[in-house]
T-cell receptor, first 113, second 107 residues
Framework: DAGVIQSPRHEVTEMGQEVTLRCKPISGHNSLFWYRQTMMRGLELLIY????????DSGMPEDRFSAKMPNASFSTLKIQPSEPRDSAVYFC???????????FGDGTRLSIL | GIQVEQSPPDLILQEGANSTLRCNFSDSVNNLQWFHQNPWGQLINLFYIPSGTKQNGRLSATTVATERYSLLYISSSQTTDSGVYFC?????????FGKGTRLSVIA
């Protein structure tokens, strides 16, 4: 079975540019989570969806960040405009339900110059 | 919110040695996961263990929910066990992660 699929694996772009990260959850999973990992702050939850509906976006750092889940098999995390402090590894995870084991994608390593 | 503390923060082992990693949490939980982040950055599920003991090959985990801790045992360590081990429990978000234990296994 395919796991959580994220793209791109690496992204390098200049500050001010729009960045879009993509995630395909495991088929049949109803919950999807976006995390950010940095050395300073560790793993932080940005937002999560249940049945395609955003449940908690209190971890989204600023209005520059937005996330959508138009259907059960696809989600995007967008940063516009990007800043150097957004550089981090962004993970997507999915689970059968919000309180069930989460399975992580391989992450997107984002560098904003 | 819930606090998750992992110890030790760093651990260096000779290949073949055994180790115990600990995760303490500050409130009662009904869910706990252990993850391994390998040197390539991938986060691998190890255990979903709200209580009791589970084993998977050389790894086993025990959670004593009433005493608010979980232990991860690694036996006969191999260099491929190197990386960071995280525990995570529900808190003000579905999973709150500890800072991890960084394990280096040397040949």
């Amino acid at each position: 079975d395919a796991g959580v699929i994220q793209s791109p694996r690496h992204e390098v772009t200049e500050m001010g540019q729009e960045v879009t990260l993509r995630c395909k959850p495991i088929s049949g999973h109803n919950s999807l989570f976006w995390y950010r990992q940095t050395m300073m702050r560790g793993l932080e939850l940005l937002i999560y969806f249940n049945n395609n509906v955003p449940i908690d976006d209190s971890g989204m750092p600023e209005d520059r960040f937005s996330a959508k889940m138009p259907n059960a098999s696809f989600s995007t995390l967008k940063i516009q405009p990007s800043e150097p402090r957004d550089s981090a590894v962004y993970f997507c995870a999915s689970s059968p339900g919000w309180n069930q084991p989460q399975h992580f994608g391989d992450g997107t390593r984002l560098s904003i110059l | 919110g819930i606090q998750v503390e992992q110890s030790p923060p760093d651990l260096i082992l000779q290949e073949g040695a055994n180790s115990t990693l600990r995760c303490n949490f500050s409130d009662s939980v009904n869910n706990l996961q252990w993850f391994h982040q390998n040197p390539w950055g991938q986060l691998i599920n190890l255990f979903y263990i709200p209580s009791g003991t589970k084993q998977n090959g050389r790894l086993s985990a025990t959670t004593v929910a009433t005493e608010r801790y979980s232990l991860l045992y690694i036996s006969s360590s191999q260099t491929t066990d190197s990386g960071v081990y995280f525990c995570a429990v529900p808190g003000n978000t579905p999973l709150v992660f500890g800072k991890g234990t960084r394990l280096s296994v040397i040949a």
